[in-house]
Nanobody, 125 residues
Framework: QLHLEESGGGSVQTGGSLRLACAAS????????MTWFRQPPGQGREWVAS????????DYADSVKDRFTISRVNAKGTVYLQMNRLKPEDTAMYYC??????????????????WGQGTQVTVSS
């Protein structure tokens, strides 16, 4: 059973960068879809990016494409989200999530088996 814990959030100005990390304890090398979601203030949770541990591809929401990069270190079970050229509309609580098997794009919330506790990202103008 995976346990997910995010870190790396903080406050930056528009145009800045942050790198979020999702540490997956209990990872034994199985195949998972690892996903980042975010929840802006007063809004619902939205998909950001996903990557499948059994392949090298990644998928991104249009709002973050070409600015964010999801990557993973399989041996450590850690997934990163590199966020560049941040905008105020990127302000949100960011969550790491996992489900066994392939990624469904966009993800289906009911497929998500494990969630982290979230890390806050605030982008000021």
């Amino acid at each position: 059973q995976l346990h997910l814990e995010e870190s790396g959030g903080g406050s930056v100005q528009t145009g800045g960068s942050l790198r979020l990390a999702c540490a997956a304890s209990g990872y034994s090398g199985g195949r998972y879809c690892m996903t980042w979601f975010r929840q802006p203030p007063g809004q619902g949770r939205e998909w950001v990016a996903s990557t499948y541990t059994g392949a090298s591809n990644a998928d991104y929401a249009d709002s973050v494409k070409d600015r964010f990069t999801i990557s993973r270190v399989n041996a450590k079970g850690t997934v990163y989200l590199q966020m560049n050229r941040l905008k105020p509309e990127d302000t949100a609580m960011y969550y790491c999530a996992a489900n066994t098997g392939y990624c469904t794009i966009p993800p289906v919330f009911s497929d998500i088996a494990m969630w982290g506790q979230g890390t806050q990202v605030t982008v000021s103008s």
